[in-house]
């Protein structure tokens, strides 16, 4: 089993920064992409951005400029800068892996989602 672990979230001001982070543990034989998506109470869960292994990332035209996704591959652990943050990045911001847990088997894993609450 693997898990994933998020901190960072957290209620700022307009215009301010947070970098959230997403730790993985367990049975990990490799990890091939990370994401982070965000979601509102009663909207559909949505991609923010995601990183593959060979780190290329992809952003939703949203946070294009504002937002910058990395990965530690050594820590096992994956980043989402937030610079800029505007009130309608509120949401509960949760990690996605898909992790090899062994040369033949890959699963799709989430964590359990951190805050981030934007005040204007």
């Known amino acids: 089993q693997v898990q994933l672990v998020e901190s960072g979230g957290g209620l700022v001001q307009a215009g301010e920064s947070l970098r959230l982070s997403c730790a993985l543990s367990?049975?990990?034989?490799?990890?091939?992409?990370m994401g982070w998506y965000r979601q509102a109470p009663g909207k559909q869960r949505e991609l923010v951005a995601r990183?593959?292994?060979?780190?290329?990332?992809t952003y939703a035209d949203s946070v294009k400029g504002r937002f910058s996704i990395s990965r530690d591959n050594a820590k096992n652990t994956g980043y989402l800068q937030m610079n800029s943050l505007k009130p309608e990045d509120t949401d509960v911001y949760y990690c996605?892996?898909?992790?090899?847990?062994?040369?033949?088997?890959?699963?799709?894993?989430w964590g359990q989602g951190t805050q981030v609450t934007v005040s204007s």
């Open positions: 367990g049975s990990i034989f490799r990890i091939d992409s």
């Open positions: 996605n892996a898909l992790v090899w847990t062994s040369r033949s088997k890959m699963n799709d894993y």
């Open positions: 990183i593959t292994d060979g780190g290329s990332p």
